[in-house]
């Protein structure tokens, strides 16, 4: 069975750090695209960042442009998130996910994605 498993969430104070960690089991996602998403509560699940396959193209949201990274470690099989400057706006869970396709660009749209995680809570205080 395939799992996206998300972890490093938790509470953090604005203006503060954390970084996401994804790490898939069951199969790797090494030359595939990956991407975070986040849903706050009563809104819609919303692109946050993607990753090309091999890590070369990544692509962001405007709201976290300049203050979220998204990396990679394929001999890891793992996706990072390294989000600074946190705002309260940030609170939401936060979703790990991965095309089922090998060697696919950026992908911004939840339809672009085969596997989900099963999130991980984001909190950040005022």
């Known amino acids: 069975q395939v799992q996206l498993v998300e972890s490093g969430g938790g509470l953090v104070q604005a203006g503060g750090s954390l970084r996401l960690s994804c790490a898939p089991s069951?199969?790797?996602?090494?030359?595939?695209?990956m991407g975070w998403f986040r849903q706050a509560p009563g809104k819609e699940r919303e692109f946050v960042s993607g990753?090309?396959?091999?890590?070369?193209?990544?692509h962001y949201a405007d709201s976290v442009k300049g203050r979220f990274t998204i990396s990679r470690d394929s001999n890891k099989n793992t996706l990072y998130l390294q989000m600074n400057s946190l705002k309260p706006e940030d609170t939401a869970v936060y979703y790990c996910?991965?095309?089922?396709?090998?060697?696919?660009?950026?992908?911004?749209?939840?339809?672009?994605?085969?596997?989900w995680g099963q999130g991980t809570q984001v909190t950040v205080s005022s």
């Open positions: 990753i090309s396959w091999n890590g070369g193209s990544t």
């Open positions: 069951g199969r790797t996602f090494s030359s595939s695209a």
């Open positions: 996910a991965a095309d089922g396709k090998p060697w696919g660009g950026v992908a911004t749209r939840r339809y672009e994605y085969d596997y």
